[in-house]
T-cell receptor, first 112, second 113 residues
Framework: GENVEQHPSTLSVQEGDSAVIKCTYS??????FPWYKQELGKGPQLIID?????GEKKDQRIAVTLNKTAKHFSLHITETQPEDSAVYFC???????????FGTGTRLKVLA | NAGVTQTPKFQVLKTGQSMTLQCAQD?????MYWYRQDPGMGLRLIYY???????DKGEVPNGYNVSRLNKREFSLRLESAAPSQTSVYFC????????????FGSGTQLSVL
């Protein structure tokens, strides 16, 4: 069945460094790729998303890149801060369906 | 504007007991979802409702039932709880099915002993 692989499962970086989280999806019909941030004791919150007609999207320190040919998309966080510490989930969705397939999450720790 | 509200936040059940998890949204969204989150497994869809009056099974529906009471409310019922249902449950809403943003509640942490 369809799946989304996410790597790494844990990531520790020094404050100010960059962090990169990568996802690979299997369903060629997927055309929407959101990233969610989940802080301890809270629900996931959308931080950035990208659609298949775009190769890159940036929002301040956060960017997402998409390679449809390779079925890869990545989250890039620059100038990391302690408040970036959280679990990050990627997902892939097909048009007009309920089917969001989530990755297994990456626990990011930003060390002060 | 509360967004997506889930109750209760925590619950402990004994095997065989029943309970209903409540979810209410004030975002006027059509689609609502129930997910469970287990360590190392991401979010898995239990049931979803594309609109008021409709519900469909997701990836892991066994042992659960749902009710879309009206546009605002979507409840998840465990008729006879099992230890395998120990998990964190999230309700989410979406303006329309597919390709839109999901908005999550803060979750219900359920333990079945």
């Amino acid at each position: 069945g369809e799946n989304v692989e996410q790597h790494p499962s844990t990531l520790s970086v020094q404050e100010g460094d960059s962090a990169v989280i990568k996802c690979t999806y299997s369903d060629s019909a997927s055309n929407y790729f959101p990233w969610y941030k989940q802080e301890l004791g809270k629900g996931p919150q959308l931080i950035i998303d990208i659609r298949s007609n775009v190769g890159e999207k940036k929002d301040q320190r956060i960017a997402v890149t998409l390679n449809k040919t390779a079925k890869h998309f990545s989250l890039h966080i620059t100038e990391t801060q302690p408040e970036d510490s959280a679990v990050y989930f990627c997902a892939a969705a097909s048009p007009g369906t309920y089917k969001y397939i989530f990755g297994t999450g990456t626990r990011l720790k930003v060390l002060a | 504007n509360a967004g997506v509200t889930q109750t209760p936040k925590f619950q402990v059940l004994k095997t065989g007991q029943s309970m209903t998890l409540q979810c209410a949204q004030d975002m006027n969204h059509n689609s609502m979802y129930w997910y469970r989150q287990d360590p190392g497994m991401g979010l898995r869809l239990i049931y979803y409702s594309a609109s008021e009056g409709t519900t469909d099974k997701g990836e892991v529906p066994n042992g659960y039932n749902v009710s879309r009471l009206n546009k605002r409310e979507f409840s998840l019922r465990l008729e006879s709880a099992a230890p395998s249902q120990t998990s964190v449950y999230f309700c989410a809403t979406e303006e329309a099915a597919g390709g839109q943003k999901l908005f999550f509640g803060s979750g219900t942490q359920l333990s079945v002993l």
